[in-house]
């Protein structure tokens, strides 16, 4: 008698975008206008300078969007507010109170009015419009609740439903993850959200615990191997649920202080993509379209050897492009396969006895 021994094929490695799409909501309670508004103004270059290399190497990419730039207008944005917000205990972190200050529409207030961006991202195949919370809201900071939580996600999910988008995924501002509201999540139709790197200096915090000798070790570890290669496996991502793809590296900014450095940084990333390629695992990117709101030609020729370092892996071992939306889409549909499988073998026994 001959046992046929099924061999499984190898799982490919993936390659994973997200990008935190924010304009001045991300950082208006870190840096003034008159500081970083040349790089917020800069996107409106950025997004589809990146879109065309997107669709020239079949890039999947989510667009991690804040709330309220689904609004086109000021009336718009303030008829979505939710009502239950967060009471921050420093007041500077909340964008409501910076909304009387705001233009009208984004023709004359492009610093926080993007919908024609938005509309670009949306119209190019591949990429994949998730949330950045409604309001970019911190999860970890004090005075912010469960509750104000729930309302804020659910004011994001409604405004995009109201332009016919579902949105599935989910990057918490500031990468403040915190794990009791992950059920709220799963609630609102989230199954998948962008955690952090697995090394100490990479740990959860709000604004107050941002120590400076963990902003020193993020830094070196941008050159120089601090924390390892942060890829993960599907089988470990696919234990819980909503699925957490973590962040692997954040994509640094071309800078022209650090330019000598420029091919350390290089290589920690393109050593990353080929670990995850060669071992079927995830490797996970990211940054800020106003990362390359300033020196976007530097900025662009840095993503173009990025996409060309993708292609060449594409070729070699099949790696594969995919949006957070779509590696959780795989682990629901092979999990589903799972329990048909499962369910298939008990029916024939069954049926043997």
Same mark, same amino acid.
């Given at each position: 008698?001959?046992?046929?021994?099924?061999v499984? $094929?190898?799982?490919?490695? *993936?390659?994973?975008?997200?990008?935190?799409?924010?304009?001045?909501?991300?950082?208006?309670?870190?840096?003034?206008?008159?500081?970083?508004?040349?790089?917020?103004?800069?996107?409106?270059?950025?997004?589809?300078?990146?879109?065309?290399?997107?669709?020239?190497?079949?890039?999947?990419?989510? #667009?991690?969007?804040?709330?309220?730039?689904?609004?086109?207008?000021k009336?718009?944005?303030?008829? !979505?507010?939710?009502?239950?917000?967060?009471?921050?205990?420093?007041?500077?972190?909340?964008?409501?109170?910076?909304?009387?200050?705001?233009?009208?529409?984004?023709?004359?207030?492009p610093? !926080?009015?993007?919908?024609?961006?938005?509309?670009?991202?949306? !119209?190019?195949?591949?990429?994949?419009?998730?949330?950045?919370?409604?309001?970019? %809201?911190?999860?970890l900071?004090?005075?912010?609740?469960?509750?104000?939580?729930?309302?804020?996600?659910? =004011?994001?999910?409604?405004?995009?439903?109201?332009?016919?988008?579902?949105?599935?995924?989910?990057v918490? $501002?500031?990468?403040?993850?915190? $794990?009791?509201?992950?059920?709220i999540?799963?609630?609102?139709?989230?199954t998948?959200?962008?955690?952090?790197?697995?090394?100490?200096?990479?740990?959860?915090?709000?604004?107050?615990?941002?120590?400076l000798?963990?902003?020193?070790?993020?830094?070196?570890?941008?050159?120089?191997?601090?924390?390892?290669?942060?890829?993960?496996?599907?089988?470990?991502?696919?234990?819980?649920?909503? %699925?957490?793809?973590?962040?692997?590296?954040?994509?640094? $900014?071309?800078?022209?202080?650090?330019?000598?450095?420029?091919?350390?940084?290089?290589?920690?990333?393109?050593?990353?993509?080929e670990?995850? =390629?060669?071992?079927?695992?995830?490797?996970?990117? #990211?940054? !800020?379209?106003?990362?390359?709101?300033?020196?976007?030609?530097?900025?662009?020729?840095?993503?173009?050897?990025?996409?060309?370092?993708?292609?060449?892996?594409?070729?070699? %071992?099949?790696?594969?492009?995919?949006?957070m939306?779509?590696?959780?889409?795989?682990?629901? *549909?092979?999990?589903?396969?799972?329990?048909?499988?499962?369910?298939?073998?008990?029916?024939?026994?069954?049926q043997q006895?």
């Open positions: 008698m001959t046992t046929t021994i099924e499984m $094929p190898r799982e490919s490695g *993936k390659f994973v975008i997200s990008l935190d799409f924010e304009l001045n909501w991300g950082v208006r309670d870190q840096q003034t206008l008159e500081q970083y508004g040349t790089n917020i103004l800069g996107v409106r270059q950025a997004i589809p300078a990146m879109l065309d290399v997107f669709t020239e190497y079949g890039l999947r990419v989510t #667009w991690a969007t804040v709330g309220f730039l689904f609004c086109k207008t009336p718009d944005l303030l008829a !979505h507010l939710p009502v239950v917000r967060p009471n921050y205990i420093d007041p500077n972190l909340s964008p409501y109170l910076a909304l009387d200050s705001i233009g009208d529409d984004e023709a004359t207030d610093y !926080h009015f993007g919908y024609s961006l938005l509309e670009q991202v949306r !119209h190019t195949p591949g990429q994949e419009l998730a949330t950045h919370t409604f309001c970019h %809201y911190y999860c900071e004090q005075g912010q609740t469960s509750e104000s939580f729930r309302h804020d996600l659910q =004011a994001a999910i409604d405004v995009a439903q109201e332009h016919d988008l579902e949105l599935r995924s989910l918490f $501002p500031r990468n403040q993850y915190n $794990p009791a509201y992950m059920g999540c799963e609630e609102v139709g989230i998948s959200y962008r955690g952090n790197e697995s090394s100490w200096i990479y740990k959860e915090r709000n604004e107050k615990q941002q120590a000798y963990k902003r020193g070790a993020r830094l070196i570890d941008a050159y120089l191997n601090m924390s390892g290669v942060n890829c993960y496996s599907l089988d470990e991502i696919a234990k819980s649920f909503p %699925y957490n793809i973590p962040a692997s590296r954040f994509l640094r $900014p071309w800078s022209r202080r650090f330019r000598l450095l420029e091919g350390l940084r290089m290589q920690r990333i393109l050593r990353g993509m670990y995850a =390629a060669q071992h079927g695992q995830v490797f996970h990117l #990211w940054w !800020h379209p106003h990362n390359f709101g300033v020196n976007l030609i530097e900025n662009i020729a840095v993503l173009r050897q990025i996409a060309e370092h993708f292609r060449w892996l594409q070729t070699r %071992y099949g790696m594969e492009s995919l949006s939306g779509n590696i959780a889409e795989y682990l629901q *549909k092979r999990q589903q396969k799972s329990k048909d499988s499962v369910g298939s073998l008990q029916n024939d026994q069954e006895a």
